[in-house]
Every structure is written in C-alpha cells, then in structure tokens.
C-alpha cells in the first residue's frame, strides 16, 4: 500500500518509497534515527530495496530480542550474525544468474520487478525500457560497473499522462525562449555557447548611487550602455554563434530588455536563467566548454546541434535541443503526468529503475540447513536469523490480501522439495516459479539490504544504554 504525506506546510506527497517515507518523518528516537540512516544507505548503495532492508533489521532486531531474552550475550549474537550475513551473501551469490550488458531483455525484466510495486506501475511497459535504454546510452562499455546516474537528466513537466513521458536524445529546458524582444523561436544548425558572464551595463563594485545632474551626461550614460551592450553582441556574432544559454547571475541582470533587443536583431535564439548546478551537465551534453568572459569568445568553445526550438507541452513550453555533434554520454528523459504528486513519484520510481539496472525464501531455508551443522549458542542465533528472513515472503503476502502462513508454509515445503525459483505471485494469488514470471531483481539489491540491515542491527546490540546529555 502507498503512503500520502502532509507536511506543516501543506505539501502532499504519495509514496511507497522507503527513503522517501523515513525522510519526511521527524523521527526523534536516537535507535529509529539508525533506521533512517540505514534507507539512505541504501539507497546510496543500490538505489532499489529501501523498504526492503527496515523491514530486515526490524525482523532482525526482533529476533534478536527473542535470544537476549533466553539469556544469550550480545557479543555472541553478534558474532552469529556477522557469520550468518557472510554465508547471506555467499548463497546470494551461488543463487544468482549472470547478466550481459548486450542483453536489454533481462535489463528490462529488473526494471519492471522494481516499478511493479510502485504507485506508476501500470505504465512499467513504457518506464521499464526507457529506464534501460537511457542507462545503456550512459554507461561506458569498458567499465559498466561506474554508471554515474547525474548523466541522466529528469525534467518534470505538467499536463498530458505519465504515458506521455518521453527519452530525449539531446537536451531539454524547462523554460521558454526569451521572446521579450521579438527573438527568433526555432534554430537550425544552431552554434550553441555556454556563457557565465553577464549582458548587461556594468555595475560599481561597491554599493553607491551616481546622481546625474544634466540632460546631457544622462544621454552620454544611456549611449555607453549600448555601446558596451553592442560590443559584447558584436563579439558574440563574430563566431557564428546563434544560440546563447545564459547561466542565471546573483550579481546582476545577466541580461537586460536593451540587450535582448539586440540580440533579437542579431537573430540570436536567448535561453537565460541556466541553473548553475546544471552547467556541467549541458557542457558535456553539447561536448562544448563554459565561457566566462567576453574576450574568451572563440568557436572552438562552441556546441553544435542540428535544430534548438521551443515546443509546446500542457499549458507550458520547453525547449529541445536535438541533433547534437559529438553528443557526450548523456541522456534527458522527460517526466509527464497528470498532476504534480504523479509526476514527482514517476520521478521517484524511475530513479528507482534506473539504480536496478545498475531471492530470501531459499536464502532462510539454506541457512536454517547451515545452523544444523553448527553446536552451541551459535546454532541458535543462526536459527533465529534465518527465520527472520521469512519476514519478507509473510509481508508480501499480507499487502497481496493473501493467507500469510498458508503461504509460507507452502513457499517452505516448494522449496524443501527443491523448487529454488518458488516465489509468491501477487497477481495469481499463489506460488509460482518467479523466473518465468519475469520478477528478477539484481544481486547487489539484496546482499547490500542483508549486509547493510545485519551492520545496523550488530551496532545497535551492543548498546546497553541511552545516555541523554545537554
């Protein structure tokens, strides 16, 4: 089930995010604050699984109240533990099937397992592929384990259906052309610069008011302005250049309603307000460099697309940037959705699938095999951890609205009989073998939730007390 979470200040949002859900809490228990901080790693480490490991650590934790309780020491537990999530890891390890880059299919089937129990998951046919796709056109074949998720760009915008979301080979702005001055709306063959510098008269450097007293220093002020403004242009026009992102300034107007004139009237295409946090991502898209200053204007700094123009979108514009010459490892997707909580999860979801590309039952019942082997307290412990375990197949057949014990003690007989590929499927309302149905989900979502719940748990037992100072 999804959550909606009201904040003081009104803002609303519906999730079934585990990172998303702890954050926007005011947790105040030093203990549930480790909790917190243990999604956030896991989503740092994974991306996928966040509920997945609080629900683990919580099992744990209960587990591990269960063995405190028979009189066990804390040093012994943890130390069962610390073996237990070795041996996880290692059955994890045998359990999974390798995966080739080349094989989108399979890519594909991650991503899809990753939407199906989120709010957009009706539309996972269309997220799913586009999620892989804009990984793919990424990631470096020579080192596909460094995906850097910050060459995928995530533009949000309003109106039409989550349908309508697109993968945009280039670039997109949230943000209209200026058109204040009559400027041009479409560019073909455009030469694009990057400018850090402003288009505008040039201020005192420090806060002080000029009183001009005569009609005539006045004109000679406004004259100076244009000439500045025009020489600024004219350096600009000299490269070709016919299309201007501006980054936004603090100091000052980056451009004025004089200079947006001219730049009108030099048929130059004016995007302003860049963000700076952006200016990386647009450089290496368009492989072109930032200029900074008017003297540093030169082509070989310039970007080249095939066409710039502004496209109408809901009740809003955006402009698109296609075509783009030795385009660098980057991709846009663009986010659409009815209404703004839609739109922000899609934004959340997809960001899930894009980490996936990037199996517990059989993991409990392999375990609880081990600790047999094993004397003493330690085979308690193990004991204890593997049936925690179970606590993922039980929650997942209690959201389905199934018989949770039914259900697992089926999953655990499938399993005796060493069907290791039996899972619950929600849908059907019983066991199935989960590799045909297509739910697969990456090796490293599930030994980073075990490794990272076990860390947790390991450091919270060996507190014995909560010391409360000023």
């Known amino acids: 089930m999804d959550k909606m979470i009201a904040s003081a200040s009104g803002e609303v949002i519906i999730t079934n995010d585990g990172a998303t859900i702890l954050n926007k809490m005011e947790v105040l228990q030093p ?35 269960s063995l405190l309780s028979r009189g066990i020491h804390p040093t012994t537990i943890s130390d069962a533990i610390h073996k237990s999530c070795a041996k996880a890891v290692d059955i994890l390890q045998s359990m999974s099937v390798p995966l080739e880059l080349s094989d989108r299919e399979s890519l594909v089937k991650s991503a899809a397992t990753s939407l199906n129990s989120k709010v957009v998951s009706q539309y996972s046919s269309l997220l799913a592929p586009l999620a892989v796709d804009s990984v793919l056109s990424v990631v470096d074949p020579a080192r596909p384990d460094l995906v850097d998720l910050r060459d995928i760009k995530i533009v949000k915008k309003l109106g039409g259906t989550v349908d309508d979301t697109e993968l945009v080979k280039g670039l997109v702005f949230d943000k209209k052309v200026s058109h204040s001055a009559g400027g041009p709306g479409r560019v073909e063959n455009a030469k694009i610069a990057v400018i850090q510098f402003q288009i505008s008269p040039p201020k005192t450097d420090i806060e002080q008011s000029i009183v001009v007293s005569d009609y005539t220093q006045m004109d000679r002020i406004l004259k100076e302005e244009r000439n500045y ?10 490269t070709g250049c016919n299309v201007l992102l501006i980054q936004k300034s603090i100091l000052r107007d980056a451009v004025t309603d004089l200079s947006l004139h001219y730049l009108a009237k030099a048929k130059i295409l004016v995007i302003k307000d860049v963000e700076r946090d952006d200016i990386e991502f647009v450089t290496k898209t368009l492989n072109c460099l ?40 980057t991709t846009t997707v663009l986010v659409r959705g009815s209404n703004q909580l839609m739109i922000d999860e899609a934004e959340r979801s997809l960001h899930d699938a894009l980490c996936v590309v990037r199996c517990l039952i059989e993991l409990s019942r392999q375990l609880g095999a081990w600790s047999k082997e094993l004397r003493g307290m330690e085979s308690y412990c193990v004991k204890e951890f593997a049936e925690s375990l179970e606590v993922i197949p039980y929650t997942l057949a209690e959201n389905a609205g199934l018989n949770p014990v039914v259900i697992v003690t089926e999953l655990r007989n499938r399993h005796a009989q060493g069907e ?46 909560i010391v409360t100072v000023r």
Do not use: W, Y
Request: glycine share 8%.
């Open 229 to 238: 403004i025009l020489g600024i242009i004219k350096k600009i026009k000299a």
């Open 31 to 65: 203990a549930a604050k480790m909790l917190v901080e243990l999604s956030r790693s896991q989503d740092a480490a994974a991306g996928d699984g966040t509920t997945t490991v609080v629900v683990l650590a919580g099992a744990f934790l209960a587990a591990c109240q």
């Open 420 to 465: 290791i590929n039996a899972g619950i499927n929600v849908r059907k309302g019983q066991i199935t073998n989960i590799l045909e149905e297509n739910v697969v989900q990456p090796l490293l979502v599930s030994t980073s939730a075990v490794t990272l719940a076990t860390e947790c748990v390991r450091m919270i037992l060996k507190i014995d007390d």
């Open 290 to 329: 930032p200029i900074a200053n008017v003297e540093h204007f030169r082509e070989e700094k310039l970007g080249f697309a095939d066409c710039v123009e502004e496209v109408s979108v809901g009740d809003g514009k955006i402009v698109k940037i296609t075509g783009i010459k030795e385009m660098g490892k």
